[in-house]
């Protein structure tokens, strides 16, 4: 069984089919999804995906793309929706300095709004970062030093510093369909030596196919090629592979019930 730990169900790209998303899924031995919310104002939308369905959980948060919609989001915004029992997570939130589709001060203001939810919360944080490992890595270490939270770096494409620093402060990482495209030699590196008890597999459909889909819309059923490639790169069996991104899913993301 696997876990899908970064989807986006409640979009365009899969409104009429998630009936058969999730059939497909299930068929394909994903046994539970998150589906993450990338911007407050769609936490509605994010969790009703969820409602009614066992093992599909939901998160509250503003992806920094979209940081610029939510420049004042206090801590007291995001707790507003944590009690929700299908609410395991914040984010995503985090920096992103590729795309700059958000200034840096509405992308900063955002992340530690989101920091300071997880505190009081004590709901894990999931973390983008891209193009922004130093001061990724800063951050994390400054706000660790505070106080310590759980958090994880999804769909990690970042640089092995940040890595190092993340692996030590305890933080956990996800690995996406990246880790199959030819070129991705440093993810993989990266994914050979994470602690082994602190890696997850996500689709983050509908991006990021993994080979031989990629180029195509991605869907949980995908994630099972994700596990078969991390299999590869650890010298895990698929038994393993699911059993270890399971654990880690569930330990992590203590908030949901782990089916029986
Ligand atoms: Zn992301």
Not at 93 to 102: K, R
Not at 123 to 138: F, Q, T
Not at 174 to 195: C, Q, Y
């Amino acid at each position: 069984m696997f876990v899908d730990s970064h989807v986006n169900l409640h979009g365009d790209k899969f409104a009429g089919e998630l009936p058969q998303i999730f059939e497909r899924a299930e068929a394909a031995n994903v046994s539970a999804m998150l589906n993450i919310c990338c911007n407050i104002k769609d936490v509605s939308a994010t969790i009703k995906v969820c409602e009614g369905r066992d093992n599909l959980w939901a998160s509250v948060g503003t992806h920094p793309h979209d940081a610029k919609d939510n420049p004042d989001i206090t801590a007291a915004d995001l707790l507003a929706h944590t009690d929700h029992p299908k609410v395991i997570g914040i984010g995503e939130t985090g920096l992103d300095f590729h795309y700059n589709f958000s200034d840096r001060t509405p992308q900063l203001h955002n992340f530690q709004a989101h920091i300071e939810a997880v505190r009081e919360s004590g709901l894990p944080l999931i973390i983008h970062s891209r193009n922004a490992d130093i001061e990724m890595a800063e951050i994390l270490t400054r706000e660790m030093k505070k106080g310590e939270f759980k958090a994880l770096l999804h769909c990690y494409t970042s640089g092995e510093k940040l890595a190092r620093t993340a692996a030590e402060l305890g933080c956990y990482f996800s690995m996406s369909g990246i880790i199959t495209f030819k070129n991705a030699h440093e993810v993989r590196d990266i994914a050979s030596w994470l602690p082994e008890d602190r890696i997850m597999i996500e689709t983050d459909c509908p991006y990021l196919a993994p080979v031989p889909h990629r180029g195509r819309r991605c869907e949980p059923s995908m994630v099972p090629l994700v596990a078969e490639k991390l299999a590869e790169i650890r010298g895990w069996t698929i038994e393993e592979t699911a059993q270890k991104t399971t654990d880690a899913f569930y330990i992590f993301f203590d908030k949901a019930k782990r089916p029986a």
